[in-house]
């Protein structure tokens, strides 16, 4: 398959663009789900650039896979630039972020990274990977930061990063199968992905709307009221977090015969998008 990956280099304008405390439709709960995961981002793309890169003598012989790592390097390390800078807008905006940041990174790199198996942590990266090529699917097919009148400067960053995530989403999972193809590893690999991931961003979470002082009755009333806009915006009633990322990405993930690629639908809407905002475009494939 022909993977094109553009390494684009961005520069948010967060300082020129204020911001408000809840900038997804005022919702202290929904902005939160967001900068909670945010929270997560550049540690964990930079535990992807370790896992991949600790396995390139697998790859050393292989221009083109060679050359789609570095791309894919390129852009994880940009990735994680940008989300640390807007960790300065969160600490402007008086949130105390440091000591979840440190639980987090102490916990998930400094132990469990440490002492996990370089192949398990290749296989986790994989199936990471693989959940936020769901979510960036997700987030450019129905552009709910659009709906939601989210700032123009979090769109940019959020939808260019899932563009980015699209282009590069097979590549952790093709050194894996060259490393080792089983399945058990691949099974193995989701589940350590799936209970840092939801773990740490349920704590990110809930970390900053403790410090918003949102309660119990706040929390459930603006989960329902979130997940009626997601149901509106999607024409599906059943539409949430939980079952479209996480139930139907691990069932999607641990079919025999799943590779990223598959589904196509991913690079026509992350194509319209680079279009839509005049972001450097892949080149087209090379004619076979």
């Known amino acids: 398959m022909a993977r094109t990956i553009v390494k684009r280099t961005m520069r948010h304008p967060f300082e020129g663009a204020p911001i408000a405390r809840h900038w997804v439709a005022g919702s202290a709960v929904a902005t939160h789900i967001i900068n909670g995961v945010n929270l997560l981002f550049p540690a964990g793309e930079r535990f992807f650039v370790r896992s ?77 990977e693989h959940f936020t090529a769901v979510m960036a699917e997700q987030a450019l097919t129905y552009r709910w930061l659009d709906e939601m009148e989210a700032p123009q400067v979090m769109r940019d960053l959020l939808l ?20 080792d193809d089983r399945w058990w590893l691949r099974a193995a690999g989701m589940a350590v992905a799936a209970s840092m991931l939801s773990g740490f961003w349920l704590a990110g979470t809930l970390t900053l709307l ?34 479209d990322v996480f139930i139907e990405g691990i069932r ?11 589904n196509t ?22 004619a076979p």
Request: glycine share 6%.
């Open 210 to 243: 403790r410090q918003d002082g949102v309660g119990a009755r706040r929390l459930l009333a603006e989960l329902q009221q979130a997940r009626r806009r997601r149901a509106m915006i999607t024409g599906d009633e059943q539409a949430g977090l939980l079952r």
């Open 252 to 262: 999607e993930y641990l079919r025999p015969n799943f590779h990223p690629e598959a």
């Open 52 to 128: 991949v890169n600790r396995f390139k003598q697998t790859f050393a012989d292989d221009p083109k896979l060679s050359s789609e790592v570095r791309a894919f390097f390129g852009q994880e390390g940009q990735h994680a630039r940008e989300h640390e800078r807007y960790f300065d807008v969160l600490r402007d905006q008086g949130y105390e972020i440091e000591r979840f940041l440190k639980v987090y990174t102490t916990l998930a790199f400094g132990v469990v990274e440490t002492h996990a198996p370089a192949k398990l942590a290749l296989a986790a990266t994989a199936a990471a």
């Open 265 to 286: 639908q991913a690079d026509a809407v992350a194509a319209r998008y680079v279009a839509e905002r005049g972001l450097k475009a892949a080149p087209s494939p090379a």
């Open 160 to 179: 260019w990063h899932a563009v980015e995530e699209i282009e590069h989403r097979a590549v952790a999972y093709e050194v894996l199968q060259r490393v």
